[in-house]
């Protein structure tokens, strides 16, 4: 009988029901865990994270330079004099002018002999003079935005422009603080680097009697190969700082547009303030070439040890918001840095064309220059506001003139007038209607009748 009997069925621990709410529980809780530690986790610190950055650039910077070494071949090292050889050797049926005198070749090392600069003994400067320039350029700067909207509608134009993407609605400028401080030059000193923005300063040895462990000094040869190389150039670099409020405000929303269009809407506020900058700036000139018709340039980097630092204030949501994102943040902040690096730090620089500083007559103001007439060099001499206000106060007397005798105004004009006021004038004065031609000899004139 034993034999006969079916063995017993297990019954499943967990209806369906059950099964389905641990499901939906797990999957709550992997969004709770995303949202917390993913969104609102804590950002790492502001020193950890520009250490990590400043690592990141000088490798990308260390790897840049040593690719040049490396693709660098024997025949770039050669001296000027074989270079202008190899260049004048298929020219040498043109005739050159003997009237126009070439100038002896000037290297860089001849500019610092005549300018009295040793790059190895020299002093770095203050440029406590330039910081006032720039300040009161900067200054100027922020009273013309005041009184006008151009910057405002320039911001919002690159804003709203073909770039912007169909996710986005229309992007508002709430805010813009331009600052109250400036920027803080000093430290300025100049170092010979060649073509590729290298220096030429060469290890001599070991420190000497100052101590071996210091490491080797670097000092310039101005006699070298590199330093007489075509391309070679004077760099100056400079620190600079600021510490300051820059805000920029914007307003927009998030457009979700599938399975249809504005499915969904969600209003976006974003405030960036650039807080602190330091760096170091270099700057550096390209002569003009007259064959290739390239004018002088001037460039400028920063180098990679430079310090950048914001606060990005957030809000998100309509009803319900959320304030300060702390991943919304660390997205902005990197995207800042990556325009930065791909804009103006080395190995990339910005380079800008001079205009012809040839001293022209069309440029000339100030001094003795005529205003409307009422001076001239061999009158009087006045300043430009003083001038400016005697001209205005002229060109209002005639325009009263003129609107309390507007028909005496339109008689003067008339051609009757204008006509005689010409004969007139070409009249030598005796009365016989003889006309006198400026350059001829006294008593000659032109017998032509009125």
Same mark, same amino acid.
């Given at each position: 009988m034993a034999s006969d009997t079916c063995p017993t069925k297990l019954e499943p621990t967990l209806s369906f029901t059950q099964g389905l709410i641990v499901g939906q529980l797990s999957v709550v809780l992997l969004i709770a865990a995303f949202i917390k530690f993913f969104i609102f986790g804590d950002p790492p610190s502001p020193e950890v994270t520009a250490s990590i950055r400043a690592t990141e650039r000088r490798s990308r910077t260390l790897a840049h330079k040593q690719s040049l070494l490396t693709l660098r071949t024997p025949n770039a090292r050669q001296p000027p004099q074989q270079q202008q050889q190899q260049q004048q050797h298929p020219t040498l049926n043109k005739k050159k002018?003997? =009237?126009l005198r070439n100038p002896?070749?000037?290297?860089?090392?001849? =500019?610092?002999?005549?300018?009295y600069y040793n790059v190895d003994s020299h002093q770095p400067e203050s440029l406590d003079w330039f910081n006032v320039l720039v300040a009161q350029t900067i200054a100027q700067f922020r009273s013309d935005a005041q009184h006008d909207d151009a910057i405002l509608t320039s911001l919002t134009k690159a804003l709203n422009g073909t770039s912007r993407p169909d996710f986005l609605d229309e992007i508002k400028v709430t805010e813009l603080t331009l600052g109250e401080d400036f920027p803080i030059f000093s430290n300025c000193r100049v170092i010979p680097v060649d073509e590729d923005g290298l220096s030429l300063d060469a290890p001599t040895g070991g420190a000497g009697g100052h101590g071996g462990g210091q490491g080797k000094q670097f000092r310039f040869d101005a006699h070298s190969v590199r330093a007489m190389m075509e391309g070679s150039r004077l760099q100056a670099r400079?620190? +600079?700082?600021l510490s300051d409020m820059i805000t920029l405000a914007l307003e927009t929303k998030m457009l979700l547009n599938y399975p249809r269009r504005l499915t969904a809407v969600l209003p976006v506020a974003l405030a960036v303030s650039v807080v602190r900058f330091?760096?170091?700036?270099?700057?550096? #000139?390209?002569?003009?070439?007259?064959?290739?018709?390239?004018?002088?340039?001037?460039? #400028? @980097? #920063?180098? $990679?040890?430079?310090?950048? $630092?914001?606060? +990005?204030?957030? &809000? +998100?949501? @309509?009803?319900?918001?959320l304030q300060d994102v702390p991943k919304i943040a660390q997205l902005v902040e990197h995207r800042l840095h990556r325009w930065f690096d791909e804009r103006a730090v080395e190995p990339r620089f910005?380079?800008?064309?001079?205009?012809? &500083?040839?001293?022209?007559?069309?440029?000339?103001?100030?001094?003795?220059?005529?205003?409307?007439?009422i001076a001239s060099s061999g009158s009087m001499s006045m300043g430009k506001g003083k001038g400016r206000e005697v001209a205005k106060d002229l060109r209002a007397e005639a325009r009263k003139e003129v609107e309390a005798d507007p028909a005496g105004a339109r008689r003067e004009m008339s051609p009757e007038?204008?006509? #005689?006021?010409?004969?007139?004038?070409?009249?030598d004065g005796t009365g016989t209607g003889t006309f006198s031609m400026?350059?001829? &000899?006294?008593?000659?004139?032109l017998d032509l009748q009125t």
């Open positions: 002018s003997s =009237i002896p070749p000037l290297t860089i090392g001849s =500019i610092l002999n005549k300018t400079m620190d +600079v700082d330091s760096g170091t700036l270099s700057i550096s #000139f390209i002569p003009s070439n007259p064959s290739q018709s390239t004018p002088t340039m001037m460039t #400028f @980097s #920063f180098l $990679d040890d430079y310090r950048l $630092d914001f606060s +990005v204030r957030s &809000l +998100v949501g @309509s009803r319900s918001r910005q380079e800008i064309a001079l205009p012809s &500083l040839w001293p022209r007559k069309k440029n000339t103001r100030g001094g003795d220059e005529g205003l409307d007439g007038n204008l006509r #005689f006021r010409r004969s007139r004038g070409r009249d400026p350059g001829s &000899l006294p008593g000659l004139g």
